[in-house]
């Protein structure tokens, strides 16, 4: 739990890094912020799906503490997409042969501001993690994706995989990437990409010339895009009910 | 059906049509031919109504409607397909899904009564299969993975299902080996009937051979310079457009 504890202190500033894209005014809001934990047994499985739809103009706060006893597997998806300002912090453990699955999806409009910062720990030998965050954004919105994979001297083989994406509709639009690695390992597979990205136009005009308006066509495509993190949903209902609120989110 | 009247358009400032004037009627095939940079996608363009391709004169006539007045998914509605000379990749929207929702937007729009899904099902299934499209790449996301015939039968699957009033078909025939040009144009000359219109776009005479037009049109510097029967791709083909251009 030490890893937390700057977070129940002072507020933060902009001058910290895991800060330094945040809605100051907002964060105070919402603080003081209290910690959730997860953890998964030795062996066991779960899936969670975190709903970030807090109010219009309201701030939203969320850390969660994570920890995966060896051989665990927690597969999470994130819908953010509420408030004026909304963070999910997630710091996860993984012990000897756990693996951590994400799929993020921000949808940011307005001058809203939205976050997923991760801290995945590899603290054991062989462990795995998969994270896929997927956003659109309009307006002067801002999304920001803040991924810290850190690999400790016992965490050999580890095999971690960073995926982000974003799509800007607007030109006042914002999205903010960055993949940070700390490794201590010499035999580990750290995999990290982003792309910040437009609607394909020649896309939307091959749906618009089959009859589709401008709206469907967009929604289409964005769905699609953000389609992507929830492809590792394994139960089809859940999935379908996810893509469904997705949707909804876009119209 | 449509009267296309002095037309003007240019890219980035730059003109590429230059007075193209040209009439289809209900039930006539036209062939437009030309050498590269002629034109002639642009004025498939300019007749699907892609943004960027600017109309500074002339007018086209639609059904007896101002066609350059109408947004790309107006024209769609109204009955106009364009086949892509280069079909575009759409990851994680399937055929299907992509086709279905342009055919009851088109209907919706149009005031008619939306396609269920048993009535959307067979009528891909017909479409797929006399083009020779297995049902099942359908499903798959639109035209992802697809070899070049494929995206091409792709093409007059989704016009057999949207059913135009004036199909142009830009560069139909191009990447088709010799067999899947004939599926291709045989779903083509299907398509053909007194309340249709069809205006091929091509390079080479090899599709009139198998899709016969009533006319044939030379485009050169974005002009029609010559107008006959299907001889006159014949002609094209022995002589070249450099005759033409004269």
Redesign the interface.
Known sequence: MTALAPLLSAMPTRREEDWRYSDIAAVARAWPVVPETITIAAGDSAAQLIVQDAAPGSASIRQLAITLAAGARLTLHIINSGGAYGRIALDVTLHEGAHFELGGIIIATGEQVLEIITTVRHAGPGASSNQIVRCVAGGTATATYLGKVAVARAGQKTDAAQSFKALLLDRGATANAKPELEIFADDVKCAHGATVGEL????L??????????V??RA??M???L??ALVSMADEGEREAAEARVTALLA | MIIIDNLHAQIDGKAILNGLSLTINGGEVHAIMGPNGAGKSTLSYVLAGRAGYEVTSGSVTFMGEDLLAMAPHERAAAGVFLGLQYPVEIPGVSNLMFLRTALNAQRYRRDEKEASGAEFMKLAKAAAEELGLPYEMLKRSVNQGFSGGEKKRNEMVQMAVLEPKLAVLDETDSGLDIDALRVVSDGINRMRSPERATLLITHYQRLLDYVVPDYVHVLVDGRIVRTGGPELAHELERDGYVSMAA
Do not use: I, N, Q, V
Not at chain 1, 200 to 203: I, L, P
Not at chain 1, 205 to 214: A, H, N, Q
């Open positions: 394909d136009k020649m896309a005009f091959y749906m618009e010339s089959r009859g589709l308006p401008p469907t066509a289409l495509l769905r699609a895009f389609s992507d």
